[in-house]
């Protein structure tokens, strides 16, 4: 099944040459507790479907907002986006059509294969939050910058401050470099 002996995989390579990839850190763990919070998984993924966005990039915003960091363009490394690009998406695209092309049309016979290519997206995107959790760790003096306390006024005239400001200012300056729209950040922003 293996096209080469390299590619057979077994328990021993796994734990063997494999380099320590952080899966469990900070950011995934806060991704975990935002991502599971009511409406927030809806609204991610109407970001994602509708607008373009990567979801991982706003868990990246939100977790550095909660730490009092600004999110910049340069909080994405390089290898990042060939690894969604790469990894992620075609397993996101076959789980879907995996549920449409072979669970809703030819029965539920196929869904615990589908649920299997589900926890292997997940897998992936785990690994996608640990290229952005070790860069910023790595590079924190180049990639992150220290917020000050900043104040400012939201669309209602109330004050805010801290985190709840520089969450809405991540993703603000998080969708100009995605082409997506403040405003189509505010339910997102209003769930949390």
Request: aromatic fraction near 8%; charge should be negative.
């Amino acid at each position: 099944m293996a096209e080469s002996k390299e590619d057979s995989i077994t328990d021993a390579q796994f734990a063997t040459n494999s380099p320590v990839i952080p899966l469990q850190n900070p950011l995934w763990d806060h991704a975990c507790q935002v991502y599971s919070q009511v409406g927030v998984e809806a609204e991610l993924l109407v970001l994602q479907d509708n607008h373009g966005a990567d979801i991982n990039l706003i868990l990246q915003a939100l977790w550095l907002a909660s730490e009092g960091i600004e999110w910049t363009p340069e909080c994405i490394p390089e290898d990042y986006q060939p690894w969604v690009t790469e990894q992620v998406i075609p397993i996101r695209n076959i789980r879907r059509r995996l549920k449409t092309d072979w669970v809703e049309k030819r029965g539920v016979a196929y869904e615990g294969f589908r649920q299997q290519v589900k926890k292997l997206e997940l897998q992936a995107e785990q690994y996608a939050l640990a290229i952005l959790y070790v860069h910023n760790a790595t590079n924190s003096s180049e990639v992150k910058k220290k917020a000050t306390k900043r104040k400012g006024v939201n669309a209602k005239g109330a004050s805010k401050s801290g985190p709840v400001f520089l969450a809405e200012d991540n993703l603000k300056r998080l969708g100009e470099s995605m082409n997506i729209l403040p405003e189509h950040f505010h339910s997102l922003i209003t769930t949390l």
